[in-house]
Every structure is written in structure tokens, then in C-alpha cells.
């Protein structure tokens, strides 16, 4: 293993230790008991909303950090997951767990964006 790639394997193993921390943190807060019958805006709702959304992302961060470090193991770091083509080095260095290149991340999100469902607004 290259010492820049091991660089980067202790950089996202730090990562991973503080998206730990942070949801172990939300968890706890998340963990107080609501009133059955909240008003509406109530700050405990809202901020119950919030914290789920931060868990959210956390985990998605999480999940994007252990792909990244199992590419590192399996000795396939820097090549694209889905074309096989090697990664931009300017995108590894801004984001050392993208998977994906600049292109085929493009397509998974416009992808992402037609597959979700239509909000309907209530007036």
C-alpha cells in the first residue's frame, strides 16, 4: 500500500471515528420522551425532525467512508465502482471517500433525482 493511500486510509478511519461520535451523540438526544399530544411547531418535534435528518446523512457519510475503506483493502482505491475507470486525483483529494468518478456520480444522482417521489403540497 502506497504511503499516500495509507494517508488516506488513517484520514477516513478518523472520519469514521467522529461520524461515530456525532451519532452516538444524536442518538442520546434523541432518546428524550416527547408529549403525546404535541402543538403544533412544538420544539421537541422540530428538533426531533432535525436530528433524524443529521442521522440521516451521518449515516450515509458512514456508509460512503467503510466503501471507501474497503476498496483501500481490497487494493482497488481510486478506481470508479461502476465504469472501472480511474478516479481524478483532484476529486480523491477533495473528497477521499468518493467511490464514484465526477461522471458516473453525475448520472447516480440525476438517476437518484427521477426516482424520487412527487411531494404533494397542501393548501
Not at 478511519?13 to 404535541?38: F, N, S, T, W, Y
Not at 480511474?86 to 461522471?103: G, S, Y
Not at 453525475?106 to 426516482?115: A, D, G, T
Amino acid at each position: 500500500m502506497s504511503e499516500q493511500v495509507s494517508s488516506v486510509r488513517r484520514q477516513l478511519l478518523q472520519a469514521r471515528k467522529q461520524v461515530l461520535k456525532e451519532l452516538g451523540h444524536l442518538h442520546e438526544c434523541m432518546q428524550v420522551e416527547i408529549d403525546l399530544e404535541p402543538d403544533e411547531g412544538d420544539e421537541e418535534i422540530v428538533e426531533l425532525d432535525r436530528n433524524a435528518v443529521i442521522t440521516a446523512i451521518l449515516n450515509r457519510r458512514l456508509q460512503a467512508i467503510d466503501a471507501a475503506l474497503h476498496l483501500i483493502d481490497e487494493g482497488r482505491y481510486g478506481v470508479c465502482a461502476r465504469c472501472g475507470q480511474p478516479i481524478l486525483q483532484e476529486r480523491l483529494l477533495a473528497q477521499p471517500d468518493a467511490t464514484l468518478c465526477v461522471q458516473c456520480q453525475r448520472e447516480i444522482e440525476r438517476l437518484e433525482r427521477y426516482r424520487r417521489p412527487v411531494r404533494q403540497v397542501e393548501w
